[in-house]
């Protein structure tokens, strides 16, 4: 019940396309979903997060849409750049517990020219 | 406003040794929180420091174990170190709060044992 289950584990997308890499929870419990964006080496870097009162958030080029009932989220990367090359993680946590946050299994993202 | 920052980069130990990994919050934020991240793998979480106490542990045995100093510093230490132990340590920090709740990551220490 803790886990989050994100997909694909890799996707290739061309440059100008769109991203989308979904996420799916079973603990009703969680009230935070951040998405971090990791290159190699590095330590994870939050992106955009979103609370389950709304159902979409945009920054930029990236959107999280967010569905509560199937209890899902998905993050979408408008115009795809090759800078955008990294490694994409899905979270959850409860937010005044521990705050702990619940990573998904991650997935690569290849922007190709 | 400084990031979270740790030390060391890199660290090789052998097996049954013991290691401790330091990480500086980032300026303002008074909660620390250690992840393991193997390769290819998402972080998992270790535990959590919050007033200098530990606010949270996840699923790791008592040879992890930690402070959190009065400037809201933090250290892990690992006893007995095994080598499933090899992996990217990071330290998260945050503002425990009804409106804060953001966790930012330090660039991590690449422990490899042995």
């Known amino acids: 019940q803790q886990q989050v289950k994100q997909s694909p584990q890799s996707l290739i997308v061309q440059k100008g396309g769109i991203s989308i890499i979904n996420c799916a929870y079973e603990n009703t419990a969680f009230d935070y979903f951040p998405w971090y964006q990791q290159f190699p080496g590095k330590g994870p870097a939050l992106l955009i997060a979103?609370?389950?009162?709304?159902s979409e958030k945009k920054e930029g080029r990236f959107t999280i849409s967010f569905n509560k009932s199937a209890k899902q989220f998905s993050l979408h990367i408008m115009d795809s750049q090759p800078g955008d090359s990294a490694t994409y993680f899905c979270a959850a946590s409860m937010i005044g517990n521990t705050d702990k946050l619940i990573f998904g299994t991650g997935t690569r993202l290849q922007v190709f020219p | 406003e400084t990031g979270v920052t740790q030390s060391p980069t890199h660290l090789i130990k052998t097996r049954g040794q013991q290691v401790t990994l330091r990480c500086s919050s980032q300026?303002?934020?008074?909660?620390v929180s250690w992840y393991q991240q193997a390769l290819g793998q998402g972080p998992q979480f270790i535990f959590q420091?919050?007033?200098?106490?530990?606010?949270g542990r996840g699923n790791f045995p008592p040879r992890f174990s930690g402070l959190q100093f009065p400037n809201y510093s933090s250290e892990l230490n690992v006893n007995a170190l095994e080598l499933d132990d090899s992996a990217l340590y990071l330290c998260a920090s945050s503002t425990r709060g009804p409106s804060s709740y953001e966790q930012y990551f330090g660039p991590g220490t690449r422990l490899t044992v042995t």
């Open positions: 979103i609370r389950p009162d709304v």
């Open positions: 420091y919050y007033r200098e106490e530990e606010n």
């Open positions: 300026s303002g934020h008074n909660t």
